[in-house]
Structures are given as structure tokens and as C-alpha cells.
């Protein structure tokens, strides 16, 4: 029970209690000053028009003058006294809507009151209000007036207005209150006080059960009725004593209903007074206020009545007056298990001293448990488990379970060997791709029913044991992998016949299991629940919703087959130790099966691949290039993936370290030579991009691109887009060509991204975030944090990449320096120390150097030895005749680092080769040739 403030009027929330407005109380406009200036004016005219005209007749129009000054103060009289009786009939309205709304609200909260704070005739008259749980610890001592959470504003001024806020503030009718804990002395005639203290504690009594509250001996006289409450029974709770006039209130008590005689002392821990004065009408005093209130009543015979239905609600729901919170043990109840063949009867508890039996093929197929934290569900499937180990070998019922409440439930379970398997929460992808087997289990089955010529494993000639798949905390399984609910729903429909069972377990059914999937589990077993809805939805009545909490409570239920007519009432049996050894020894002669594959290895060697790909039926076709094996749970088959000659491609993505450069060196080093890898140098790349622009490799060959996003950082904007372009025409040129595209790359950006979507198939190898994950692609409920290097989803299969036998590495042997071997070259250079270095390098091989104004001016005394005229780019531009018979008729040379000058000093409108910056390189451009790179000596 919940404790409660001390204050005798407290009430609970209302659905609108929003402040109620009324109009401010109108006040009249002050009286307007005298119209002088209306009043002059006219006179004023008159005379200035008597002047000018010398008629007297002119002068009459100085009467205008008072006569607007009255009219205007009439007039304004006239319309103040009509803005106040519009006023007054806005208020009234205004008044009558706000009464009917305080009203309602009235009735409204009302209603709540007496639904929050029942007293005895609406608790007895309606079931599902008794002994239910989160009710707040108080007693209704009676109707009568209380504070509301009404509220009115406005109408200041207003005396008919300040009554309705007066009326507003209290609701009559309602129920008054007392802490339970306040304690109360019933004082008046002995006939009616006995009437009203009877109700009270009645009144607690329906509202508490008989674990929350506890009524303390001895019963004085006139209180032996209370002997058939189920309450005097249970030492839990709270302690209540009930005395009559001059007994002694029990030193352990915490909450006392007393009954005195006017004029005599209070009896201790009684801070309240009931004073009764007549039928039905009282005073209450309490904490210094005095309160009128309409007091209940309850005669003994009706007193009797409720205590003996409470008493039988207490024997059929808990059996707490049986002595039936004793634990039962299971062992001595196996001897009530039928010796048949063919069923899965198990005795899982006993009801008024008799085993109480399920069978999962005569009740089932398949059963649902249901209860709260610490109410015994994990016993109950525990107990389940070892009563059919107990009576079954492991060749007629194996077990797989799933504990996804912490992983620790089935631990002592992990060795008797009916049990295949225990997966646990904690297992993470695990768990999911194990009851993902399960399928493949129905179609291996299914294969071995119908190869022995029988409809249902019920015939004698199929040798399968029948599975029972155990779920604790079915919610949280669905919470982590929700798409399993549709499995689930497949074997519930499809196990009969096929001898799978499911036993889930969860705290709540409503909101969880789907009808679907509920209408195929007609064995339920209910322990506590908090909500009436899951009771009703599994037994059909709210029996499992008033089971009480706490010791008393634990291992109570009720087990509803589908031909019973109401819900059975047992206690769970519990097991113990002993009950394990004894199952561990109902070994059948064939090991049992389990119903799902190993997980893929975390280091797989392509030599792995090889052997496993030999010895597969459907093993992959010559020439194919394996990648590593796929995990198929729902098959039961992990087969080796590879590419195959109808391949276009593959995008490999994922994040640093997570294998997606060994992907592309598994490839080259199955193709070897057929295998053309684009380097990492940029100058590098962008040959062999060219190239491939040119001319694609001969089919069956493969194209290799790694860190695909990483091209463009590592170029300039310009050459960066020319190579990305390149990249994406050579992927939708290289599958009508016959040639294999493998690119690698980290993250979809820019360009990269529409080249992705050229890719029919995709491997999405390990990220760090979830949102990584599915911005490459993947399935956001696939990401899996854990996932070691090499681990990844291809064609929706979680694939382990093979490890390739050793890494590519970029290597090249560098160019020569070039020297210049035409009788003229043309040298255009900003002066640099690389550049006087070229320079001298060249003329230690016999070449002369020239600027660009020596050579012009002397040209004929140079015909004879090769020369090198060297300028900067202003220098060539002043001497274009010289520049374009240079670049015309022999060899010109840029130096990259006047790149910008290029197509000005050549006319050459494309893009050059890529030269990269300070690394000593140029362009030659050979007799109006395309340019080319070469490298300068240094």
C-alpha cells in the first residue's frame, strides 16, 4: 500500500482542471466635461456672420451652440446606460456557463474521488477494485464536502461572481479521507457505532490483500465475525487492531480502528475522532478541523457475508489459509507421470495436494508463461525442463534455450543432455543467427518425415526426438530482434505436426505475443501479473492479476489448457539439485542433434577456402574467385562465397582495419597476372587510369581499385574529377568487357556514392556506429559493434572474409632523369635552386644553356650544338616567334611548377599528365605533341 499525506481533504487530479474565466465586472465611463469648445464655436459664428452681413437673423445660430452642448451630454448619458445593461447580460450569461461547467467539472471529479477512494458498497460490488494493487493507504470514513481542484477566476467587483468561486472551491458528495495510519475511534451509540466501525474495516479489507495487511488478536466483543477474514491468517503487511470501547490497543500495531463511548478517554494512535450522531450523519475531527459527513453502515449478517466471500476468494486464488505457501518439491511428485509414449505429460506443481500435469502434445502444441519479476516464472520453466528430463531420454525430447533476461537462468542446466544449447542475451548476434536455425530445422524435418512416408512425427517410423524451444523473457528477445517474431510465428504454426514446441516465457502478454502467435499456444500457465489484461488475455479471467506480492504470492498460478473451462489453481514445484543429476542421466543412445551451425571462424586462410569449396556438393565453378565462407543459420549451411565469371563486380566498404584492402589482395592474388591494380602514387594512378581509358584489359582479367574515396584528396579539384569520371566509365564499360571491377572504399562520399550504385553486389565489412553501418548500406538491425576484422553482409549473409596470403605492396622503379637530345629545346622555368640544378646537370652532359634574349640575339652563333634556351613564362611570351617555331619544330619543356601557363604557352586544351608538386617534374611537349611527364635530374 502507498502512504498517503496527512491532510483529511486531499484529492487527486481531475482531467481538466484548467482555471474557469469570467468577465471583470463592468465599471461605467466617467461623466464627459461640458462641451465648451462645441458650445462656443456657434456663437463665435454667428456674430463673425452678423458682422459681415449686418442681418440680425444671423444671431440665432448662437442657439446651436448650448443646444449641441446639451444634446452631447445627453447623448453620451444614453449610451453609458446601455453599454451596462449589455454588460450586465454578458456577465449573467457569462455566470450561467461557468455554473454549468463547475458543475460538470464537479460531477467529473466527483466520480474520480469515489473511483480512487471506494468505500465498501462500491468496492463489494465491484470485483476487479478488491485487493488491487498501487492503492493509496487510506481509509473513507464517509460523503461529504471537500476542497475541488476547481478553480474560477476573474469577476472581480462582482458579489454574484464571488459566489460562484465560493461554490467552485468545494464538491459535496465526496468522499472524505483519512491516512490509514492516522488511526480512528468510532464514538457514538453502541448499535451504530459498531455499524460504522464494521464498515471500515471492511473497507480495508477489500482494499488490501491479506500480504498488505494484517488484523492483529485478540478480537474483543462484539468482533468474532472478523474470524473468517483471510487477513487474520497472514503475519504480512501492516497490522491492524480493531477494539471495542475500553480494550487495549496491541503494542504492535500500526494502524488501529477503535470504538468508544462519548465522554470516555481516546484510545492511543487514534488521531481522529468519528463522532456519530445520528443514522448516517457524523462529525469528523481530525488534525483541528471539523468536518459534517453521511457515514456507511454495515450490519453483521452483510459483515459476515463479505468476510466469508473474501475468505474463499483467498482459498481458491492463493490457498493461504491452507498452509499453501509451503514450497512443494518436484521429486516426490514424478511418480504422477503416466508411463506413456507419444506425449510430453510433466507434472509442474500440485493443487490442494494433487500433481498437477501439462502435456505439451495433448494440451499444446505450444504454451505461454506469463508472471512479474520474483514470482517464480524461471522456476516454473526450470521445473518444466527437468520433469520431462526426468521422464524422457534425450532420444525422445531434446531442448534448446534462450535465456534473455541476463544469461543466468539456465546455467545449471548446461550439462544434462537432452539440453542442445543455451543462448543467452548476452551472446548478441549469436543468439539471433541460433533461432534463426530453426527454420532450417522445420525443412530438415519436414525432409525426414516425409523420406519415412509419415504425415507427423507422431508415426512411429520417424526416429526424430521432439524440440522444445525454452524462451525466458520473451519481450526482451523481441526488443533486441524484433523481425524474429514472424520465425516464431512459422513454428508455432508449422511445429505439431513437425514435434518443435515452443514454452515462452514473459512478463506481459498483451502488447507482446501477437494474436497470431498466441492463438496457436492454447497451454497458459499465469503466474502474478500487474494488469488485468494479461490475465485475462491468457486465463480468460483476472484470477492472475489479484494473486498478492511477496513471499506469499511466489510460486502461485494458474494453468489454463484449451479444454478447460476455467483456469486451474497450483502452486509451482521447485527443483532441486538432485532433480539435475537424476536428468543428466537419461542419456539416449544417439547424441542429440543441435539445431544450428558453430559461428564463423573469426580467421579464415584462403588454403581454408580451398578445402572447404572441394569438399561442398555445389561447389564453386573453375576459374571463380573465392572470397570466404557465408553464415546461412536459416539453411544450416555455411557455403563458401566467391565471385564467379557473371560477375560485374564487387563494392567492398568499411571502416579502418576492418579488412577491405585484404579483400582486393585475396582477389589479386587468386587472378595474379590477370589482375591490374591501380596504385596509390597519384602520378602513378593517373597513368594507369589513362591507360585503362585507352584500352580495358583482356577479359577475365580484373580491375582493383582501393581507398576509391581517397582519389580525390589525393589530386587536385581539376585532375580529381577527370579521374573519378574515368573510374566511373571504366565500371560500366568493364562488365560488357568481360572484366572483373573490384573497388574498395570507406565511405560513400560525393562522386563516390553514384559510383557505388554501378555495383551489383556489395560487401559491407565492420564500422564503428551504427550510423556508419547503414550509410554504406547495410541493414541498421545487422550492425553488430564486436564484429572482428574480415566480418561483414553480402547478398543479406553475414560472410568472414578469408585472410589473403600477403598484403600488396606499391612498388616502382623510378623514372629516369631526362636529357635534353634535340639540337634546340625550349626550357620555360621560374628561377628555383631545382631548377639551376637541372640546368647544371644537363650542361655537364655537353649541353649549352641560353636565356631566352641571348639566344635571340645571337642564334646563328648556337646552329651548330644542342641547345637549352631557358626563360620564364614572360620571357617566352615577349618572344613568341621564337616560342612557336620551339614548340612547332622541337622540344619544349614546362616545368610543372608553371602549370597555369601551359595551355597559354601551348594552346593545349586538355589536361596534361599529372606532375606532382616539388618533385622535380615537367612536360615535353615533342614538335606540337601532346604533352608528356618527364623528371628533371636533381
Not at 480493531?242 to 500495531?253: I, S
Request: charged content about 20%.
Amino acid at each position: 500500500m502507498r502512504s498517503t499525506a496527512p491532510s483529511t481533504f486531499a484529492t487527486g487530479g481531475v482531467l481538466d482542471d484548467e482555471p474557469l474565466a469570467l468577465p471583470a465586472a463592468w465599471s461605467p465611463p466617467p461623466r464627459p466635461p461640458l462641451p465648451l469648445v462645441a458650445g462656443i464655436v456657434p456663437v463665435v459664428g454667428a456674430v463673425a456672420l452678423w458682422l459681415v452681413t449686418g442681418s440680425l437673423f444671423s444671431l440665432w445660430f448662437a442657439l446651436l451652440g448650448p443646444l449641441i452642448a446639451a444634446a452631447t451630454m445627453l447623448d453620451a448619458r444614453r449610451a453609458a446606460r446601455r453599454d451596462g445593461r449589455r454588460a450586465a447580460a454578458d456577465a449573467m450569461r457569462a455566470r450561467a456557463e461557468v455554473s454549468a461547467a463547475v458543475t460538470a467539472r464537479h460531477e467529473s471529479e466527483r466520480a474520480q474521488l469515489w473511483a480512487r477512494h471506494p468505500d465498501v458498497a462500491r468496492l463489494a460490488t465491484r470485483d476487479g477494485e478488491i485487493w488491487r494493487g498501487g492503492r493509496d493507504a487510506c481509509l473513507v470514513v464517509g460523503e461529504g464536502e471537500r476542497a475541488s481542484v476547481v478553480r474560477v477566476t476573474g469577476g472581480d467587483g462582482d458579489p454574484d461572481a464571488a459566489e460562484l468561486r465560493r461554490r467552485a472551491a468545494r464538491v459535496a458528495g465526496a468522499p472524505v479521507t483519512l491516512p490509514l495510519a492516522a488511526g480512528v475511534v468510532v464514538v457514538g451509540g453502541e448499535t451504530l457505532a459498531a455499524a460504522v466501525q464494521r464498515a471500515l474495516v471492511l473497507q480495508a479489507c477489500l482494499a488490501f490483500a491479506p500480504d498488505e495487511l494484517h488484523v492483529l488478536p485478540p478480537l474483543g466483543r462484539g468482533l468474532d465475525w472478523m474470524e473468517a477474514l483471510p487477513h487474520r491468517d497472514c503475519r504480512g503487511g501492516s497490522q491492524l487492531a480493531v477494539v471495542g470501547p475500553g480494550e487495549v490497543v496491541p503494542a504492535d500495531a500500526d494502524l488501529v480502528i477503535a470504538r468508544g463511548r462519548p465522554g470516555e478517554p481516546l484510545p492511543p494512535r487514534c488521531q481522529a475522532v468519528l463522532t456519530i450522531s445520528s443514522p448516517g450523519v457524523a462529525r469528523l475531527e481530525h488534525a483541528g478541523e471539523v468536518v459534517p459527513v453521511r457515514v456507511e453502515a454495515v450490519a453483521r449478517g452483510q459483515a459476515e457475508e463479505i468476510a466469508a466471500e473474501l475468505s474463499t476468494r483467498a482459498d481458491h486464488s492463493l490457498g493461504l489459509r491452507r498452509g499453501a505457501s509451503e514450497p512443494i518439491a518436484l521429486s516426490p511428485l514424478l511418480a504422477a507421470v503416466p508411463a506413456t509414449a507419444g506425449g510430453l505429460p510433466a507434472v509442474i506443481g500440485a493443487s490442494r495436494s494433487e500433481p498437477v500435469l501439462v502435456d505439451l502434445v495433448a494440451d499444446g502444441p505450444h504454451a505461454v508463461v506469463a508472471g512479474v519479476t520474483g514470482a517464480g516464472k524461471s522456476e516454473l520453466l526450470i521445473t518444466w525442463i527437468l520433469a520431462l528430463c526426468a521422464t524422457r531420454s534425450s532420444d525422445e525430447v531434446t531442448f534448446l534455450l534462450a535465456d534473455f533476461k541476463g544469461g543466468t537462468a539456465f546455467d545449471g542446466l548446461a550439462g544434462v543432455p537432452h539440453v542442445t544449447g543455451v543462448i543467452t542475451d548476452l551472446d548478441g548476434s549469436g543468439a539471433r543467427r541460433a533461432i534463426e536455425s530453426l527454420r532450417a530445422e522445420l525443412r530438415r524435418r519436414e525432409a525426414a518425415i516425409a523420406a519415412a512416408g509419415a504425415r507427423d512425427i507422431g508415426d512411429p517410423r520417424v526416429r526424430l526426438p521432439r524440440l522444445v524451444v525454452v524462451v525466458d523473457e520473451f519481450a526482451a528477445l523481441l526488443g533486441d530482434h524484433p523481425e524474429l517474431h514472424s520465425l516464431f510465428a512459422d513454428l508455432a504454426a508449422r511445429g505439431r505436426a513437425l514435434g518443435i514446441h515452443l514454452i515462452l516465457g514473459t512478463q506481459r502478454a498483451v502488447g507482446v505475443i501477437r494474436d497470431n502467435l498466441l492463438a496457436n499456444c492454447p497451454l497458459r500457465i499465469s503466474l502474478r501479473v500487474t494488469d488485468a489484461a494479461d490475465s485475462r488475455a491468457l486465463l480468460g479471467t483476472e484470477d492472475a492479476a489479484r494473486l498478492p506480492g511477496g513471499v506469499s504470492g511466489r510460486g502461485a498460478a494458474f494453468v489454463r489448457r484449451a479444454g478447460d473451462a476455467s483456469p486451474e489453481q497450483l502452486r509451482i514445484a521447485l527443483s532441486a539439485p538432485a532433480d539435475v543429476a537424476a536428468a543428466a542421466l537419461k542419456v539416449g543412445h544417439r547424441a542429440p542433434r543441435r539445431p544450428w551451425l558453430p559461428e564463423l571462424p573469426k580467421l579464415l586462410t584462403l588454403d581454408d577456402l580451398v578445402g572447404r569449396s572441394a569438399a561442398e556438393r555445389d561447389a564453386p565453378p573453375a576459374g571463380a574467385v573465392l572470397l570466404g565462407l557465408a553464415d546461412e543459420p536459416e539453411h544450416q549451411r555455411q557455403p563458401v562465397a566467391f565471385l564467379g565469371a557473371s560477375d560485374r563486380g564487387l563494392l567492398v566498404l568499411g571502416g579502418p582495419a576492418s579488412g577491405v584492402s585484404n579483400a582486393l589482395d585475396l582477389v589479386q592474388a587468386q587472378l595474379r597476372g590477370a589482375a591490374v591494380r591501380l596504385p596509390a602514387h597519384p602520378e602513378r594512378l593517373w597513368d594507369a587510369v589513362a591507360a585503362l581509358h585507352e584500352e580495358l584489359p583482356r577479359p577475365g582479367s580484373a580491375v582493383l581499385v582501393d581507398d576509391l574515396d581517397g582519389v580525390a584528396p589525393r589530386l587536385p579539384p581539376e585532375y580529381a574529377q577527370i579521374v573519378t569520371e574515368r573510374i566511373e566509365a571504366l565500371v560500366r564499360r568493364a562488365a560488357d568487357a568481360g572484366v572483373l571491377m573490384v573497388v574498395g572504399a570507406h565511405r560513400l562520399t560525393g562522386p563516390v556514392s553514384r559510383i557505388a550504385e554501378l555495383f551489383p553486389r556489395r560487401l559491407v565489412l565492420p564500422y564503428a556506429t551504427r550510423v556508419d553501418h547503414a550509410s554504406a548500406g547495410g541493414d541498421p538491425s545487422t550492425f553488430d559493434a564486436a564484429a572482428p576484422s574480415g566480418r561483414g553482409r553480402l547478398d543479406g549473409r553475414t560472410l568472414q572474409l578469408a585472410m589473403a596470403p600477403s598484403a600488396w605492396r606499391e612498388s616502382f622503379e623510378p623514372d629516369a632523369p631526362w636529357i635534353p637530345s634535340a639540337a634546340l629545346t625550349g626550357v620555360v622555368a621560374r628561377r628555383s635552386p631545382a631548377g639551376r640544378r637541372a640546368l647544371a646537370a644537363w650542361e655537364e652532359r655537353g649541353v649549352r644553356v641560353l636565356g631566352v634574349e641571348a639566344y635571340v640575339a645571337e642564334p646563328a652563333a648556337v646552329a651548330t650544338a644542342r641547345v637549352v634556351v631557358v626563360g620564364e613564362p614572360d620571357d617566352w611570351q615577349r618572344q613568341w616567334r621564337l616560342l612557336a617555331d620551339v614548340r612547332g619544330d622541337h622540344d619544349l619543356v614546362i616545368d610543372a611548377s608553371c602549370a597555369s601557363e601551359l595551355r597559354v604557352l601551348t594552346g593545349f586544351r586538355g589536361a596534361p599528365p599529372y606532375c606532382e608538386p616539388g618533385a622535380g617534374r615537367a612536360w615535353l611537349i615533342s614538335a606540337g605533341a601532346d604533352p608528356v611527364r618527364i623528371v628533371l635530374p636533381s
